[in-house]
């Protein structure tokens, strides 16, 4: 059975930090892209940064240089870096892992971020 558990959501300031994290059971973690998306108030699920199977990451341009994703291929967890948070972060993050070539696509529960004073 595939799990995905993210945790380290929470409540911070603007420009304060997180990080979250999601571990991974029940799959060949080192088979799969992982991606973190997020998903605000009323609007629509986006991309916030994936890491390939090589390490190779890519970021939305909105979280670039503030955002840093991460893998552990020995315990199976992704983590998501986030630094200097403003209110538009403000979200539930979302883990998702895909492997290519193939329909396998496992979500997490979401764990929620809100940058507020």
């Known amino acids: 059975q595939v799990q995905l558990v993210e945790s380290g959501g929470g409540l911070v300031q603007p420009g304060g930090s997180l990080r979250l994290s999601c571990a991974a059971s029940?799959?060949?973690?080192?088979?799969?892209v992982i991606w973190w998306y997020r998903q605000a108030p009323a609007k629509e699920r986006e991309l916030v940064a994936?890491?390939?199977?090589?390490?190779?990451?890519t970021y939305a341009d909105s979280v670039k240089g503030r955002f840093t994703i991460a893998r552990d291929n020995v315990w199976y967890t992704v983590d998501l870096q986030m630094n200097s948070l403003k209110p538009e972060d403000t979200a539930v993050y979302y883990c998702n892992v895909v492997r290519p070539g193939y329909s396998d696509t496992y979500w997490g529960q979401g764990t929620p971020v809100t940058v507020s004073a």
């Open positions: 994936r890491i390939n199977v090589f390490g190779v990451t």
């Open positions: 029940g799959v060949t973690f080192t088979d799969y």
